[in-house]
């Protein structure tokens, strides 16, 4: 069958029935959106000559990974979620709103609601033998290097197994192990005393995995850690770094790596003085530059469903 339809009056007529363009008084935005992303499709079917059973396939699938509950994954591993990083990009540049620490994807595993401590939280709360010490550190400043004082860093990384706390498949970890917030003093520094993460892979038998194996890919990240860094009148920056030396690095199914998100891990001792649970620890160094308000106003701060904790 090779026929082409999309073109006629019946199939337009139907995109505009289906998005309801002719009423009056009902979002505007949502029906344009629904009548373009419906046409796209319409018209990718007619293109490629879809048959009834791969289209069937596709809504099965899209059933399926929201039962799986992983739609927010299936957004990072497709390059969704790296596309609005890239336009955020290219919308700094066009403003000349760059020279900050860059952005990178928040992904869908963060929790709000931790505690927010005076410029040093530790974050390890669950015994976990197989991950060395690690002090995360850095300075928040402003595009001419000034340190930024009450400014909020926020972070959170997965455990030695991969696995983050609250959507831990295992269950092992108590709420907020490996997240944590702190405020900047006078000098803008700020610390967190945590144990060195491992990478994290897509769950095994989910949806997303489930297509990444039929495409050929793998679903795993590279280690690494989030950041969220926030600080008055500054545009609130959502990042990462990896992890210096995982084989991942240029490997990420999330496509999150950035050449400047890569500080040296240095080897250093006193962690025990530090109160690390080894005195011999790795030290990450990562300051974070923030970006002015745009017309004062935060033109980079997303809105998005967020897990919390009670
Ligand atoms: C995904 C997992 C992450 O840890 C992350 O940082 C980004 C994305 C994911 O499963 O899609
Ligand atoms: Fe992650």
């Known amino acids: ?33 629904v009548h373009r992303l419906l046409g796209d499709l319409f018209l990718a079917i007619d293109d490629l000559d879809m048959t009834p059973d791969e289209v069937w396939a596709g809504v099965n699938y899209v059933n399926q990974l929201g039962k799986d509950g992983e739609a927010a994954l299936l957004a990072a591993g497709l390059g969704l979620e790296k596309f609005l990083d890239m336009r955020m990009d290219a919308e700094d540049k066009q403003v000349g709103n760059d020279g900050g620490t860059p952005r ?87 610390e967190f005393h945590t144990l060195m993460p491992v990478g994290y892979g897509c769950p095994p038998h989910g949806a997303t995995q489930t297509l990444l194996t039929k495409l050929k890919r793998h679903g795993n990240r590279p280690a690494h850690v989030h950041v969220f860094a926030s600080a008055e009148g500054k545009r609130k920056l959502t990042t990462q770094f990896n992890i210096e030396g995982d ?43 923030l970006t002015p308000l745009v017309s004062g106003k935060d033109n980079q701060v997303v809105h998005r469903l967020r897990a919390t904790v009670e």
Not at 11 to 32: H, M, P
């Open 1 to 33: 069958m090779s026929v082409k339809i999309f073109n006629t009056a019946e199939v337009q007529d139907l995109l505009k029935a289906a998005a309801n363009l002719k009423a009056n008084g009902s979002n505007e935005r949502l029906k344009t959106i």
């Open 104 to 190: 990178t994807i928040e992904g869908p595993l963060y929790v709000a609601g931790a505690e927010v401590r005076d410029h040093t939280s530790k974050i390890d709360l669950d015994e976990d033998d197989a991950a060395r010490p690690l002090r995360i550190h850095g300075i928040v400043k402003d595009l001419n290097g000034s340190p930024l004082a009450g400014a909020i860093v926020e972070c959170w990384h997965a455990n030695s197994n991969g696995f983050y706390s609250h959507f831990d498949p295992t269950g092992a970890q108590s709420n907020f192990n490996l997240r944590g917030a702190v405020k900047t003093g006078a000098d803008g520094t700020y």
């Open 247 to 289: 084989p991942l690095i240029w490997d990420d199914f999330a496509y999150a790596t950035r050449e400047e998100l890569i500080p040296p891990v240095t080897e250093k001792s006193g962690g025990a003085a530090l109160g690390l649970k080894a005195d011999s620890y790795k030290d990450i160094q990562f300051d974070l530059t």
